[in-house]
């Protein structure tokens, strides 16, 4: 099993910055990737990024592309998400999510494990 734990959410202006940490324990394997995912109010979990742990390549969403940075830390089971220029459509539950071996989907549905979520909210 997997557990992910997510810090760094929290309330900021539009144009701000935010960065999320994810720490994985348990049974990861360096092909397990990485990412993140959101879902604001009566809205579907959507993509955020991922990251490939065994060669780093990335993936954004088109919506993030430019603005937010995802990034690995392999010695300690963590992934990154960095923030910037934050507008208030980016207001969502952000989770972590671990896939058992590379994922496959941009989908939710094929990343195994999550976290609990952390608030991330943008005023305007």
């Known amino acids: 099993q997997v557990q992910l734990v997510e810090s760094g959410g929290g309330l900021v202006q539009a144009g701000g910055s935010l960065r999320l940490s994810c720490a994985a324990s348990?049974?990861?394997?360096?092909?397990?990737?990485m990412g993140w995912f959101r879902q604001a109010p009566g809205k579907e979990r959507e993509f955020v990024a991922a990251i490939r742990r065994s060669g780093g390549g990335t993936w954004y969403a088109d919506s993030v592309k430019g603005r937010f940075t995802i990034s690995g830390d392999n010695n300690k089971d963590t992934v990154y998400l960095q923030m910037n220029n934050l507008k208030p459509e980016d207001t969502a539950v952000y989770y972590c999510?671990?896939?058992?071996?590379?994922?496959?989907?941009?989908?939710?549905?094929?990343?195994?494990?999550w976290g609990q979520g952390t608030q991330v909210t943008v005023s305007s």
């Open positions: 348990g049974r990861m394997s360096s092909s397990d990737d």
């Open positions: 999510a671990a896939s058992r071996g590379p994922f496959r989907s941009y989908d939710f549905r094929f990343f195994e494990y």
